[in-house]
Nanobody, 116 residues
Framework: QVQLVESGGGLVQAGGSLRLSCAASERIFSIGAISWYRQAPGKQRELVATVTSVHSTNYADSVKGRFTISRDNAKNTVYLQMNSLKPEDTAVYYC??????????WGQGTQVTVSS
């Protein structure tokens, strides 16, 4: 099971930007799709964005046009660039693979707090 470590969260004002990083313990070239999820207090975890091994992407409607997911296979890292942040983006953000989700394995995540 590949280990993924999230970082880059913090406190930012509404309208600001953050870039999250997801560092993998092994080469991600052969892993396939990697996704970012988030979980706000009192809410279920939701899928935010996915990038496949061929760099195609998908986004939740709530973040389209504001967030950009990308991967750097040479650095074994997946990024989530978040612009025009809103208070409703406040959550703990996690990255994961489809296998990790099926196995119920989640990392510690990184906290993003957007103040109004």
């Amino acid at each position: 099971q590949v280990q993924l470590v999230e970082s880059g969260g913090g406190l930012v004002q509404a309208g600001g930007s953050l870039r999250l990083s997801c560092a993998a313990s092994e080469r991600i070239f052969s892993i396939g799709a990697i996704s970012w999820y988030r979980q706000a207090p009192g809410k279920q975890r939701e899928l935010v964005a996915t990038v496949t091994s061929v760099h195609s992407t998908n986004y939740a409607d709530s973040v389209k046009g504001r967030f950009t997911i990308s991967r750097d296979n040479a650095k074994n890292t997946v990024y989530l660039q978040m612009n025009s942040l809103k208070p409703e983006d406040t959550a703990v953000y996690y990255c994961n693979t489809p296998l990790g989700v099926r196995q119920g394995y989640w990392g510690q995540g990184t906290q993003v707090t957007v103040s109004s």
